[in-house]
């Protein structure tokens, strides 16, 4: 369904009798638009990926399968050789007008096949390079877009701030701050920031089991009746495993670590089952340790999904929350362009 935003939400449709105006129903629906008007940029850039000239001359090109194919032939000797007890392995190498035989001992084969397992690996990242800077900035704009929805909600619900977190209700501000303050609402901008940033520090399990808390519908459960937040518990295990993904190429160059594992197991370890049921498994596929994270078109273009769908969620879940729906329903009459994001 194509997706447009309400450009003059609140202003006076002909076929009003009365108006009202709701800036934060405007502001909250304009946040999935905004996100599918910036990932525009990130479709261009993939787009561009088979638009590019080779950084290679005619003849240069290093070709990924081939140095894939070598790695298995000189592991398959080396663990023919390992089988056999041997200490050494004889290698041929066939070049235009040359032939070399040579006895490599088994020590220098694995370190030959290790190193060049990682230069292959390597190019293969390096070949993916646009599909990796078009996914971080997906992810960039996905985590900028849920601190969005919570500045809204802090500006237009300010009571939400200790709503989740008692302490924040404790907190002082010194003179300095108070007296250098342009206004009150300077001020107010200033203290709604500062929580802003401290959530931008939290995962995205803490961040969307807070906006359960606030919608009060439970955040992940089979447990539970009535419809929880976010109900489709893949979805979550899919931004979960975004999010990770995201950090892999960040931190570890796009290698598979650990902490990948630990945090996807984290959140599937921690849904609660009705007594009897298995436990959920992740519903994708997860590489194997020092691994390279795959990222092509279609894995971007899943992350897409995942990120306007939860997106979507959130802020229609809260303006169930807090806007009428006699209210939604003529504020969305009073902007005759306005179309729903989501079907609910």
């Known amino acids: 369904m194509e997706t447009i935003p309400p450009n003059h939400a609140g202003n006076r449709s002909n076929n009003s009798e009365s108006e009202i105006f709701n800036p934060f129903?405007?502001?909250l629906?304009?946040?999935?638009?905004?996100?599918?008007?910036?990932?525009?940029?990130?479709?261009?850039?993939?787009?561009?990926?088979?638009?590019?000239?080779?950084?290679f001359k005619p003849g240069e090109e290093v070709s990924t399968k081939e140095n894939e194919a070598l790695v298995h032939t000189l592991r398959y000797l080396l663990d023919s050789a390992k089988s056999e007890g041997k200490n050494e392995v004889e290698i041929k190498v066939k070049l235009t007008n040359l032939e070399i035989n040579r006895n490599i001992s088994i020590e220098g084969l694995t370190y030959a096949v290790e190193k060049l397992n990682e230069l292959t690996l390597e190019?293969?990242?390096n070949d993916d390079f646009i599909y990796i800077i078009s996914f971080t900035y997906l992810v960039s704009l996905f985590d900028a877009a849920i601190l969005d929805i919570l500045r809204i909600l802090y500006k237009y619900h300010p009571e939400t701030l200790f709503h989740n977190d008692q302490s924040v209700s404790t907190q002082s501000v010194n003179y300095l701050q108070i007296f250098n303050a342009d206004s009150l609402d300077k001020l107010k901008d200033d203290i709604i920031e500062k929580e802003i940033y401290k959530f931008g520090f939290k995962s995205i399990r803490e961040q969307?089991?807070?906006?359960?808390?606030?919608?009060?519908?439970?955040?992940?459960?089979q447990q539970i009746e009535g419809k929880p937040f976010l109900e489709d518990i893949h979805l979550i295990g899919a931004i979960v495993e975004i999010r990770e993904s995201r950090n892999l190429y960040m931190h570890n160059k796009g290698r598979i670590n650990e902490q990948y594992f630990q945090k996807i197991y984290e959140y599937y370890n921690s849904i609660k089952v009705k007594k009897g049921e298995p436990r959920p498994e992740p519903n994708f596929y997860l590489p194997n340790i020092g691994e390279y994270k795959t990222i092509d078109s279609d894995y971007i273009?899943?992350?897409?999904?995942?990120?306007?769908?939860?997106?979507?969620?959130?802020?229609?879940?809260?303006?169930?929350?807090?806007v009428s729906k006699k209210d939604q329903e003529q504020l969305k009459k009073q902007d005759e362009e306005f179309n729903p994001m989501i079907e609910n």
């Open 208 to 221: 969307l089991a807070f906006f359960g808390t606030i919608i009060n519908r439970p955040f992940f459960s």
């Open 25 to 27: 129903w405007l502001s």
């Open 123 to 125: 190019s293969k990242r």
């Open 301 to 322: 273009n899943n992350a897409y999904q995942v990120c306007i769908k939860i997106l979507s969620e959130i802020a229609f879940s809260l303006i169930d929350k807090f």
């Open 29 to 55: 629906v304009s946040i999935p638009f905004d996100l599918k008007f910036d990932i525009r940029h990130v479709t261009n850039l993939v787009q561009s990926k088979h638009l590019l000239p080779s950084v």
